[in-house]
C-alpha cells in the first residue's frame, strides 16, 4: 500500500526543522505545534538547491519531448504527504501552491487512499464511461452527494466536464443557447438558421458575446481565452473574438485609508460595464452574458467590494445578461466559505457558477432555464468522470467532518497577520497584504525580486507561486493548520531577513 | 476485488445465449467460438427492453439535474465484461458503439484492474499532479513507452491533454503561434502585438484560419466548433469564426463501379481547397492550417483515397500550411494499423496528429517546429493526467502481446463480409458497407429506419451506434474476436428478417 510505504519513508526522513533557523520570527509566531506523524512530516527537509541534480537531469530529458520552460521540478508524489511535496531529489518542503491551487486535502490523504483499496470502485476507474449517454447506475446519486451537496444557493442544476477551459467553453454555449432562444421567442429556429450555421455564418452563427474584465483569467481554449486578459503570452497570435473588456477595479491598500478612492474606482468600471453593453448591442455583438471571478487570481489576487459584485448582478440582470461567476480558482473552501461569491449574500443568485481544480473534475451550476431543450447540445465523448465524482465525495466528507472551512478561517488569520506584519517590516520589498480564508496574497516591489523571493523560499523548504505582474499567491490545501502557518511565517521571515 | 465479484456475477449470468435464435444465418456465418468464461461471458442475455423500468427510473432522477434526451440506458460497469455491457436491468448486450468508440480493451480487462491493484500505483491517482509545472519523476519515461512508442512516423514530439476538444484546441493554437512567428521572420512581437492581443485585436490576435471539411467533426468547444461541420444542433446558436469549410469527397458505393465519377469528385474537392485557400488570404484570413479526419467519423463514416489525402497534404505543403490529421476517433487501432493515416503511406509526414478516445486521455505528436519556444503558451493546470497514462501504457501492452491489430484486420474481414452479404440481400434497406479494419459502417435507406435498426438490434442484446444522417458505425474494442462478429451477424440478420 502506498500509506505503508509513506509511513516508512516517514521514519526515515524526520531529520531536520528548519523552524529552528528563525529565531527572530518568535515575536510574532509561537513555535509551530507538533503534527502526528502518523498523519504528515513534521517540516520541511532541504538536501540539494531546487531544482536539483536529478530534476535537471529529468528537465533534459523531457525537453527532448515537449517544452519544459515552465517546469519547476521534478516530483515524488508517492513520498508526499499532506501539506508536504517531496521533490526527486529528498527534498521536502511545505506546498502553499497545491498544484496551481488544485490539492483539496493535501497529498495521499488517507481517506482517497481508501476509495481505491474499496474493489467495488475499481470499474469506476477502469471503465470511463460516455457520461451524457451510458452513465454508470450511482450517477444521479453521485451527483447530489457531491456536486449538488454544496451547490451554490438557489443553483440545483450541475453538467459535469472534464477540466476548467470545457467547463467554461461549455457555460459560455449555454448563455448563447438561451440567449437566442429568448430572442427567437422560444419558437423553433428558421432553415435559414440550422443551414447558415453548419457554413459558420450568421444568423445561425449570431454574433453574440461574453463581456469580461481586464485582468481576468477564464482558460486558454479559444472560447475562453477571448474573455482571458493577464499576460500577452496567453493569447498572442491566436485569433479571436471581438468581446468587450471592461476594466476591473484596482483597488488601493490598506482599504481602510482609500474607501472613498475605491469606491469611485468601482463606480467608474461599472459605469464602463453598463457603456460596453450599450455600445456591443449597437455594432451587432450583444452582450449575452457577464463573466467574472470573485477574485481575479491568475491576473494577480484582484479584489472587489460586496457592493461592485452586487451591482454587477444587477447590471446583468437589468440588460438581460447571464451573470456568470467563475469559481475555478476561488471555489472549493479556500476562501473559508465553500464558493467565495457567497460572501457576497446575493438575492438573485448568479445565473452560472463554474468550477474545477479543487473539485477534481470541472462543471458547472446553472439556473433551470439555463438547460438546453435539446440533445447534444451540451455534450462530447466523457463529460467528465466518474472516477474524479468518487474521489470528491470522500474530499467533501472530509470537508464537512473535519470542519475544514472553520479552520481555514483561524489558520487565514494566522497567515494574514504574519502578512501584515511583514510588510509593516519590510515596506520597501512588500505591500497590499489582501485575500479571504487562506487565499491570500502580498505585492512584491518588483517581478524580478518577486521570482527571486519565491526562489529563495523554495530553496528554505517552502512552495509560493506568483500571479499578476508582481504579487505572490498562497493557496495552501484545506489541511494547512495553524501550525503549518507558522511554519511557513518563519521561513518567509528568513527569506526576507535576507533579501537586501 | 471488482474480478471477483465479475466472476460470481457470471455464474449467475450463463444464461439463454441469442445466437441460438438466428438459424437462417448459418449461411453465410459459422456458430460463434465460445469464450472463455473466465474472460468474458458467452453471448447476450436479454430480460427486458432497453432502457428498463430501472434504467427509465434513473433518468428521471437524473432528469431533475440536466438534461437527459441523449441518455441512452444507465449501466451496471462492475458486472460488465470485455465485449459485453451489463445495463441495469441485467441486460447483457454485445457492445459494438463502445462509449463512443473510446473502450480499447473491453470492459474490465484484467491487466487495467491490475494497475489498480499495484500499490506504486495509487499515488498517480490520488494526486493530481500539475504536469506542466511540477510532473511526476516516471513522466519522462511513461511518454516515451506510451504515446512516443506508438508516435506516427516522423513525430518525435507530444503534448498530452484531457480530452478531444482541447487537445485540437491547443493544437489549432501551436499552429497559428507558428505560422505567426513564420511571418514575424522569427523575430521578437512588437509592443504592439503584446498591447493589442490583450484586448483581442489585431496585429496580436491575428485573423488567421483553419480549413475545414463539410461533414468533418472536431470537438465542441468554440475554435473546434469553429472546425465541425456535421449537425446544425451541434452549432446553432454559438457565435464563430469566418473560417473556410470545404466539401469533403462523397464517394459513390461500390466504390469500384464509380472510379471515375469519384477520382472527379475527390478531385472537386482538393480544386475548392485551394481556392478557399487562396480567397481567405485575400480577404486577410490567412489559412494557417489544414484539418482533416481519415475518416469523418461523426460525420457519417465518409471515406476519401489515399490519392486523395496525399494531395491534400501536398496542397497544404505548398500554401504553407500546417497539415493537422485529426485522429481523435480513427486512432488506436480500429482501423487495422495504430493510426489510420498510416493507411496513406505520406512521405512527409503530418505535421500534427491529435488523439483522445481509445487513447484514454488526449494530446497531439508534433513536428519539432512546433513547439512553441516560449513557456506557458500552450498550458492548462493539468496538462492530461497520468493516471490515464498508467492504464494507457497496460493497454498498449496488451495490443503488442496480444498481436490485436492483426486480429483487427481477421475480425474485420468477417465483420465485412457480413455486411456485403446484408446489402446484397436487404438492397432497399442496406447500402455502401465500407471502412478499414473493425472500423465500419454501412447506410440505412433513411434517418427513422436506421433509428428503429439500433433499437430493435439493441433489444436483441447489440449495442450499436448511429452517425451522419442515415449511417450505422461499428466502433468495437480491439479485442474484439470473431466469434463476436459472428453473434453480431447472426443477431442482425435478425434484426433485418424481421424488418419489413
Redesign the interface.
Known amino acids: 500500500?502506498?500509506s505503508?510505504?509513506l509511513c516508512r519513508q516517514l521514519a526515515v526522513n524526520l531529520q531536520q526543522n528548519l523552524r529552528l533557523s528563525a529565531p527572530s520570527y518568535r515575536c510574532i509566531s509561537k513555535a509551530a505545534t507538533k503534527s502526528s506523524p502518523d498523519v504528515e512530516f513534521d517540516g520541511p527537509s532541504m538536501k540539494t538547491e531546487v531544482p536539483g541534480p536529478?530534476s535537471r537531469e529529468?528537465t533534459e530529458?523531457?525537453d527532448?519531448?515537449?517544452?519544459t520552460?515552465?517546469?519547476?521540478?521534478?516530483?515524488?508524489?508517492?513520498k508526499?504527504r499532506g501539506n508536504y511535496?517531496v521533490d526527486?531529489d529528498g527534498n521536502r518542503m511545505l506546498d502553499l501552491y497545491t498544484?496551481?491551487s488544485?490539492?483539496p486535502i493535501g497529498?495521499?490523504?488517507p481517506a482517497?487512499?481508501k476509495?481505491?483499496?474499496n474493489?467495488?470502485n475499481?470499474?469506476?476507474?477502469?471503465?470511463?464511461?460516455?457520461l451524457?449517454?451510458?452513465?454508470?447506475?450511482n450517477?444521479?446519486?453521485n451527483?447530489?452527494d457531491t456536486f449538488?451537496s454544496v451547490a451554490p444557493k438557489g443553483l440545483?442544476?450541475?453538467?459535469t466536464m472534464?477540466?476548467?477551459?470545457?467547463s467554461n467553453?461549455?457555460a459560455?454555449?449555454a448563455i448563447?443557447?438561451w440567449?437566442?432562444?429568448k430572442e427567437r421567442g422560444n419558437m423553433k429556429?428558421t432553415k435559414e438558421?440550422?443551414?447558415s450555421?453548419?457554413?459558420?455564418?450568421v444568423p445561425?452563427?449570431?454574433?453574440?458575446?461574453i463581456l469580461s474584465f481586464?485582468g481576468g483569467f477564464h482558460?486558454?481554449?479559444?472560447?475562453?481565452l477571448?474573455t482571458t486578459?493577464t499576460?500577452?503570452?496567453?493569447?498572442?497570435?491566436?485569433?479571436?473574438?471581438?468581446?468587450p473588456?471592461a476594466p476591473f477595479p484596482r483597488l488601493r491598500y490598506p482599504l481602510e485609508e482609500f474607501v472613498r478612492e475605491n469606491a469611485q474606482e468601482e463606480a467608474r468600471c461599472l459605469e464602463e460595464v453598463e457603456d460596453l453593453i450599450v455600445k456591443y448591442r449597437k455594432k451587432g455583438k450583444t452582450v449575452a452574458g457577464i463573466v467574472v471571478e470573485p477574485i481575479q487570481a491568475e491576473g494577480g489576487d484582484n479584489h472587489a467590494s460586496t457592493d461592485f459584485f452586487k451591482k454587477l448582478r444587477d447590471i446583468a440582470k437589468k440588460h438581460g445578461c447571464v451573470f456568470h461567476v467563475d469559481e475555478v480558482q476561488t471555489g472549493g473552501g479556500n476562501t473559508g466559505k465553500f464558493w467565495a461569491h457567497e460572501h457576497w449574500g446575493l438575492d438573485d443568485p448568479a445565473d452560472i457558477v463554474s468550477f474545477?481544480?479543487k473539485m477534481?473534475t470541472g462543471g458547472y451550476y446553472h439556473k433551470d432555464e439555463l438547460?438546453?431543450?435539446?440533445?447534444?447540445?451540451?455534450?462530447?465523448?466523457?463529460m467528465g468522470d466518474p472516477?474524479k465524482n468518487l474521489?470528491l465525495n470522500e474530499v467533501l466528507n472530509v470537508i464537512r467532518t473535519e470542519n475544514l472551512l472553520d479552520e481555514v478561517s483561524r489558520t487565514g488569520k494566522v497567515l494574514m497577520d504574519g502578512l501584515y506584519d511583514f510588510q509593516a517590516r519590510y515596506p520597501h520589498l512588500l505591500s497590499a497584504a489582501r485575500g479571504q480564508g487562506t487565499f491570500l496574497a502580498i505585492d512584491v516591489r518588483d517581478e524580478a525580486t518577486r521570482n527571486n523571493l519565491i526562489i529563495k523560499a523554495r530553496n528554505k523548504g517552502v512552495v509560493l507561486g506568483g500571479c499578476g505582474e508582481r504579487s505572490i499567491r498562497f493557496r495552501p490545501t484545506l489541511v494547512f493548520k495553524q501550525h503549518h502557518a507558522h511554519v511557513f511565517l518563519n521561513i518567509f521571515n528568513d527569506t526576507l531577513a535576507e533579501y537586501k
Open positions: 500500500m502506498a505503508t510505504l536529478r529529468l530529458q523531457l527532448k519531448i515537449q517544452n520552460c515552465a517546469i519547476n521540478f521534478f516530483c515524488n508524489y508517492e508526499s511535496l526527486v498544484q496551481i488544485s490539492i497529498y495521499n490523504h482517497l487512499l476509495v481505491m483499496q474493489p467495488q475499481l470499474s469506476a476507474f477502469v471503465n470511463r464511461p460516455a451524457g449517454s451510458l452513465p454508470p447506475e450517477f444521479p446519486g451527483l447530489l449538488l440545483r442544476k450541475v453538467q472534464a477540466c476548467g477551459s470545457c467553453e461549455n459560455y454555449k448563447f443557447i440567449y437566442r432562444n429556429p438558421d440550422l443551414d450555421c453548419l457554413i459558420n455564418q445561425g452563427c449570431p454574433e453574440f458575446s481586464m482558460g486558454r481554449t479559444l472560447g475562453c477571448a486578459h499576460k500577452a503570452m496567453h493569447k498572442l497570435d491566436v485569433p479571436t473574438f471581438d468581446w473588456v474545477s481544480k477534481l438547460t438546453p431543450a435539446e440533445p447534444y447540445r451540451i455534450f462530447n465523448t466523457w472516477s474521489l
